[in-house]
């Protein structure tokens, strides 16, 4: 057997896995009504949430309101499509005993979560997908001015969310108690994030602690590659905008190195007893 054909096999073999588990995980998320209904409801419910807000009616033209309603979208399907219904999952699937039995077998742990955090993915990349389309088809939103930061927003921040999720998991005794434990990250990133009020305009330690939560570099990233608007206000060309991504690259990095070791570190695979 030739090299490139054990290199071949030795990537597809995990990734056979991972769909496996995905499929599973899949089918048990359908049954779940409630997860479906925050994941694609809500949304739906935050643009008319969103179009009162300062930031939004203030907006005009194509490169107003279309970009802040789809990053709006694109924030809120992170919080709930990925984080909220990823930490659910994770609990039910450690108090059933699901993750336990999973480790037994040929699957790795990176495998395993990659497995179970897929089908939260999918769901929160086609509603993206989805008011992508709207922004441009209803209200009238320009090409971006910089389409790889929207890309690395949205890869960024589901792996920020993501592993998250696999630490607030266990601070999470029952599914129950996932709606008191995800307060926290589900609220103050959000309400902090210059989507409803520009970042400018808070006052300077409340302005400094908002620049630092994981979702306001995913809207600053955003905003710099929908409009090639800059934290300041002032518009940036195409090489500008790289520049000024630098920082929020660099917070998102930070939170995924923290988060990463976080979840290594206090991550349960089995309940408490």
Do not use: C
């Not at 194509?62 to 909220?84: C, D, E, K, N």
């Not at 921040?157 to 696999?166: I, R």
Request: avoid cysteine; charged fraction near 10%.
């Amino acid at each position: 057997m030739s090299a490139g054909t054990m290199t071949t096999s030795r990537w597809r073999q995990p990734a056979h896995r991972i769909a496996a588990l995905a499929r599973a995980e899949g089918v048990l998320l359908r049954r779940n009504r409630l997860a479906l209904l925050n994941a694609l409801v809500l949304p739906v419910l935050l643009v008319f949430a969103l179009k009162a807000a300062p930031s939004v009616s203030d907006a005009g033209g194509s490169r107003g309101a279309g970009p802040i309603l789809l990053t709006g979208l694109m924030a809120f399907a992170l919080l709930s499509a990925v984080y909220y219904n990823l930490v659910t999952a994770l609990v039910a699937r450690r108090e059933q005993l699901v993750l336990k039995r999973l480790r037994t077998g040929e699957s790795t742990d990176p495998e395993i979560l990659a497995g179970t955090a897929a089908p939260a993915i999918a769901i929160a990349w086609a509603e993206i997908a989805v008011a992508a389309v709207a922004a441009v088809t209803v209200f009238g939103m320009a090409p971006p001015v910089n389409a790889v930061l929207a890309l690395v927003a949205l890869i960024l921040g589901t792996a920020v969310f993501a592993l998250l999720a696999a630490v607030s998991s266990a601070a999470t005794r029952t599914v129950e108690m996932a709606q008191v434990t995800t307060l926290p990250v589900l609220v103050i990133p959000f309400v902090l994030s210059g989507l409803l009020i520009p970042v400018a305009m808070l006052p300077g330690p409340l302005r400094g602690l908002a620049q630092a939560l994981p979702l306001t570099p995913v809207v600053e990233l955003m905003r710099l590659a929908l409009t090639g608007t800059a934290a300041g206000g002032h518009h940036l060309g195409l090489a500008a905008t790289f520049s000024a991504a630098v920082i929020p690259v660099l917070v998102l990095t930070a939170w995924i190195a923290a988060a990463g070791w976080a979840a290594r570190r206090w991550f349960r695979w089995e309940p408490r007893r």
